[in-house]
């Protein structure tokens, strides 16, 4: 399974992206699948994840209320919408795929090659 985040740019403080993770090679409705992010010169950390159905999600406290989210099987993508965005969730954003509702980097298998959001005081 390959996947290609896309989605990044450059925002103002209080704008909106959706990034997106398309799978290929192989389907990723069957995953678990995560979002961690690293900024310059800092340890990559959990953001959200969502489980295999959409039926159950997790969002690290930061993020929580601004951040969502969700998967479409059917279009082999999932998504995080991210609002209200502030200065501090400038990094370089991973998607990831595993097994279990993780918010441990470790514990996904598959990995996108990141897309970078900046965001502008």
């Known amino acids: 399974v390959q996947l290609q985040a896309s989605g990044g740019g450059l925002v103002q403080a209080g704008g909106s992206l959706r990034l997106s993770c398309a799978g290929s090679g192989g389907t990723i409705s069957i995953y678990d699948m995560g979002w961690f992010r690293q900024a310059p010169g800092k340890d990559r950390i959990f953001v959200a994840a969502?489980?295999?159905?959409?039926?159950?999600?997790a969002h690290a406290d930061s993020v929580k209320g601004r951040f969502t989210i969700s998967r479409h099987n059917a279009k082999n993508t999932k998504y995080l919408e991210m609002d209200n965005l502030k200065p501090e969730d400038t990094a370089v954003y991973y998607c990831?795929?595993?097994?279990?509702?993780?918010?441990?980097?470790?514990?996904?298998?598959?990995w996108g090659q990141g897309t970078l959001v900046t965001v502008s005081s």
């Open positions: 969502i489980n295999w159905s959409g039926s159950n999600t």
């Open positions: 990831a795929a595993g097994t279990g509702l993780s918010r441990y980097y470790s514990d996904y298998t598959y």
